[in-house]
């Protein structure tokens, strides 16, 4: 299970190298996408195809479904780790996700998020001060499925 917050530096041709720690539980080959609130993701293979699946519900005819792909898909690309677990953020991506030196790497179980620290240190903050009632509104809707 990828877990924990790890603190990297990207230079300036956006490479970065991801933990040692994720690197062993994410393997060698990778899909780097765009996520949600301008950060990056990282999955393995199965876990990407079943985010996918579920976001869209394998439809193509409704709008917000085809808009989820555009968004996900669009900005998706296959990544290979060197064996230092280096690898290059493309700028596209690095744009999106507002990248400085200092990104983080943040262990959620099936995915990598990334996100540029400062960012991350201010969104923290937030989900750090409604942690309870954040979790009473997700119970609440686990509780409706």
């Known amino acids: 299970m990828l877990l924990g917050q790890y603190i990297?530096?990207?230079?300036?041709?956006?490479?970065?190298?991801?933990?040692?720690?994720?690197?062993?539980?994410?393997?060698?080959?990778?899909?780097?996408?765009?996520?949600y609130e301008n950060s990056l993701a990282i999955f393995e293979g199965v876990a990407w195809n079943k985010i996918i699946q579920e976001a869209t519900l394998g439809l193509s005819v409704s709008e917000a479904a085809r808009d989820t792909q555009r968004f996900l898909l669009g900005g998706a690309y296959e990544v290979e780790l060197d064996d230092k677990g280096r690898f290059l953020i493309p700028y596209i991506l690095r744009e999106f996700g507002k990248f400085s030196v200092e990104?983080?790497?943040l262990g959620l179980g099936n995915r990598v998020e990334i996100w540029d620290r400062k960012l991350w240190e201010e969104r923290?903050?937030?989900?750090?001060?409604?942690?309870?009632?954040?979790?009473?509104?997700?119970?609440?809707?686990?509780?409706?499925?």
């Open 8 to 35: 990297q530096k990207i230079d300036q041709k956006g490479r970065t190298i991801l933990p040692a720690k994720i690197k062993k539980e994410i393997g060698q080959k990778v899909i780097l996408s765009r996520w």
């Open 103 to 105: 990104i983080i790497f």
């Open 124 to 145: 923290e903050e937030k989900i750090t001060k409604e942690a309870e009632k954040l979790l009473e509104r997700a119970q609440g809707v686990y509780n409706e499925h």
